[in-house]
């Protein structure tokens, strides 16, 4: 069969497709797709791949592509970063048969993308960037589709929208932030950008940002005309957004948990992470529990913690908490309903020209109140979530954090002086000879590193 591009593939192969699930790692796996199916998603992307990797990792191969395929699981987009078009092709070359169309990610804003140099940060390499959208159209069986973030200016996103469609992408997903939209700057997306890019492109759009409540869906699509609409955090928060419908946590997480076990295997930590996010309000309540979260090695472990809350969850109900809980804790629904996920405000007004500003800001700003008082829960960046899985006690307030003691003639912590010898033999003897001199180097906890913010 010819190859299809632009709209007829949308129509044809992606059926139409208007509720997508995003590419998330770690969270984007198969047991979720299949869920988020269920509840009325129509296409889902794989969790971005390193093409790097995946071209000389079989291991890797099979991990993330070749043992997921699944009937159920299509129509499918499987994504990779990459910076080097023959690396790119290759790898797509070996996904293509396990998918609907590659993906491109250009938007991934994270230092780790900035230190492999992809994601948002080809944003302005549009000469590399043409070539490999060019050679993948060439080449490949399925369609190249690309995920941008947008510029500050319109019309530099529109300029760099039809760059990409006139190399060969056909279809564009347009994430509404720019790339310093994120971490704690992450705040709104631009509608009017996507919006300035679905006029000027003749290949199928999706827009992404700013989507909570299915009527989010509806008013995006009228608003700005797209084909679809792209959620990541809302789908990870209510994976029946798209059927219109907020169910009780413990449906979700069960059903989930079903998934998992039908379709193993399927790594610990994912599943833990979507638990911590499906119960993310439950657990402000029973802290208890979150700890038995984060410690518990098997997956018997997170099914009996996770049942344990829906338990906790049904008391509450039969003592008829719940209007009290909805007073109290300013959710829209009790704590044990499948609700929207709203970012908290930046600390900064971000000036992208975006048009539907002041009512969401509304809601984020009435929404600020539920995040963790410590700042934490799964407003942690990634890293920290991990550490607080291994050690559910540790604290991330940086105010109580150990202090650094300076060393008077580099500047540098002492502490990081251990790295300047080669051998212990050299190590042992400069701490002698620093006894001598009365200044022994002292045992100081080195500080996290700084956090990674969401992709
Ligand atoms: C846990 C998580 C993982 C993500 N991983 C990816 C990824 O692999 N590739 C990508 O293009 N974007 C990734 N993103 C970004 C989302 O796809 C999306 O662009 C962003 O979260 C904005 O959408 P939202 O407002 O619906 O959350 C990730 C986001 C989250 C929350």
Redesign the pocket.
């Known amino acids: 069969m010819a190859k299809l591009g632009g709209f007829e593939f949308w129509k044809k192969s992606l059926k139409e497709a208007r509720f997508v699930v995003?590419?998330?790692?770690?969270?984007?796996e198969l047991a979720w797709r299949l869920l988020s199916r269920r509840h009325g998603a129509h296409l889902c992307?794989t969790?971005?791949l390193h093409a790097q990797v995946f071209v000389r990792d079989a291991n890797y191969r099979r991990e993330n592509l070749y043992n997921e395929v699944c009937e159920e699981d299509r129509p499918l987009i499987t994504?990779f970063c990459a910076n080097d078009p023959e690396v790119f092709l290759k790898a797509a070359l070996l996904a293509q048969d396990y998918c609907d169309a590659i993906?491109l990610?250009l938007?991934?804003p994270q230092m780790i993308a900035k230190r492999g140099h992809y994601?948002v940060f080809l944003q302005d390499e549009w000469e590399l960037l043409e070539k490999m959208v060019r050679l993948a159209n060439e080449k490949l069986s399925v369609p190249i589709t690309c995920?941008i973030r947008v510029f500050k200016e319109v019309e530099k996103t529109v300029r760099y929208a039809q760059m990409l469609e006139k190399a060969g992408c056909q279809l564009l997903t347009v994430?509404g932030?720019t790339k310093d939209q994120k971490g704690a700057m992450t705040g709104i997306?631009s509608w009017e950008h996507i919006k300035a890019v679905r006029k000027a492109v003749n290949i199928p759009v999706f827009a992404?940002?700013?989507?909570h409540h299915l009527s989010d869906v509806e008013r995006c699509i009228q608003e700005t005309g797209v084909q679809g609409v792209?959620?990541?955090?809302?789908?990870?928060h209510n994976p029946a957004l798209f059927e219109g419908c907020s169910p009780p946590v413990w449906e979700m997480a069960e059903e989930y948990l079903e998934v998992v076990k039908q379709y193993p295997p399927c790594t610990l930590s994912y599943v833990r992470?979507h638990l911590f996010k499906l119960w993310h309000h439950t657990l402000q309540i029973h802290q208890d529990l979150r700890e038995d979260l984060a410690k518990v090695k098997t997956l018997e472990g997170l099914a009996d913690v996770s049942k344990q809350l829906r338990l906790r969850c049904q008391e509450e109900i039969a003592k008829g908490k719940e209007e009290e809980e909805e007073k109290e804790g300013g959710l829209p629904f009790p704590h044990w309903i499948c609700q929207p996920y709203v970012?908290p405000p930046p600390k900064e007004p971000v000036a992208n020209g975006n048009s539907q500003g002041s009512e969401v800001k509304k809601t984020v700003c009435q929404k600020r109140a539920l995040e963790d008082s410590d700042g934490t829960a799964d407003t942690l960046s990634?890293n920290k979530q991990k550490k607080r899985s291994r050690n559910p006690n540790k604290n991330f307030c940086p105010e109580q954090k150990p202090k650094y003691i300076k060393c008077e003639q580099c500047g540098n912590p002492k502490v990081s002086h251990g790295l300047r010898f080669k051998t212990k033999a050299e190590k042992q003897k400069a701490e002698e000879d620093e006894k001598k001199e009365g200044s022994a180097t002292e045992t100081i906890q080195i500080p996290d590193p700084s956090p990674e913010p969401?992709?």
Do not use: T, W
Not at 22 to 28: E, L, N, R, W
Not at 208 to 211: D, E, L, R
């Open positions: 995003a590419p998330m790692v770690d969270q984007s992307y969790p971005m994504q993906d990610n938007g991934c994601g995920k994430h932030r997306a992404n940002g700013n989507i792209m959620s990541a955090e809302g789908n990870l992470a970012r990634k969401p992709l």
